[in-house]
């Protein structure tokens, strides 16, 4: 079964940093566009972060800088490498299968996991 | 940045046929998934390339995409369609959603 499970949310301090993490099954990260949206509370989807199949890595404007995005090939896992937290970043954040033969729009999606970031 | 524009909320009675456009500069010329998310779920695509729904997804669905808008359309809407529904696009690299529309059914 082609699935996706994030981890790695929680209460975070602002300017604090976390790493999410998103296993993947049931095909291979490194073959696939994958990406990252968030959805702060009741509002609309927020795309955060791609990854491509060969490496190269894209940003929202809001994010540059304090994101990254990574994958780990042995264990098909995606990454999201958040610092200096703000207020803002405060979300559910999904991992996303961007498939190319759907003109890569995101065919699988994650559960989610909760940030939120509060003193 | 490219914008995608959909209007905030759409009505549709059961049964009827409700349309969602989603606006932005030569749109037409990109292509644009639609996404449905259900409270407390996770978006789920319906749409894709335009016009080509993924299996599993009703043939009530449909979309379409010409000029400046694309428009997801639903036939003979069913009280389970009632979302929020999300236009996508790529433009230069990067992925761009539309603000979304909550779609009701009463």
């Known amino acids: 079964e082609v699935q996706l499970v994030e981890s790695g949310g929680g209460l975070f301090q602002p300017g604090g940093s976390l790493r999410l993490s998103c296993a993947a099954s049931g095909f291979t990260v490194s073959s696939n566009y994958m990406s990252w949206v968030r959805q702060a509370p009741g509002k609309g989807l927020e795309w955060v972060s791609v990854t491509y199949s060969g490496g190269t890595t894209y940003y929202a404007d809001s994010v540059k800088g304090r994101f990254t995005i990574s994958r780990d090939n042995s264990k098909n896992t995606l990454y999201l490498q958040v610092n200096s937290l703000r207020s803002e970043d405060t979300a559910v954040y999904y991992c996303a299968r961007n498939l190319y033969s759907t003109g890569h729009g995101m065919d699988v999606w994650g559960q989610g996991t909760t940030v939120t970031v509060s003193s | 940045s490219y914008e995608l524009t959909q209007p905030p909320s759409v009505s549709v009675s059961p049964g009827q046929t409700a349309s969602i456009t989603c606006s932005g500069d030569?749109?037409?010329?990109?292509?644009v998934s639609w996404y449905q998310q259900k409270p407390g779920q996770s978006p789920v695509l319906v749409i894709h390339q335009d016009t080509n729904r993924p299996s599993g997804i009703p043939e009530r669905f449909s979309g379409s995409n010409s000029g400046n808008t694309a428009t997801l359309t639903i036939s003979g809407t069913q009280p389970m369609d009632e979302a929020d529904y999300y236009c996508q696009a790529w433009d230069s690299s990067i992925v761009v959603f539309g603000g979304g529309t909550k779609l009701t059914v009463l």
């Open positions: 030569k749109l037409g010329d990109k292509y």
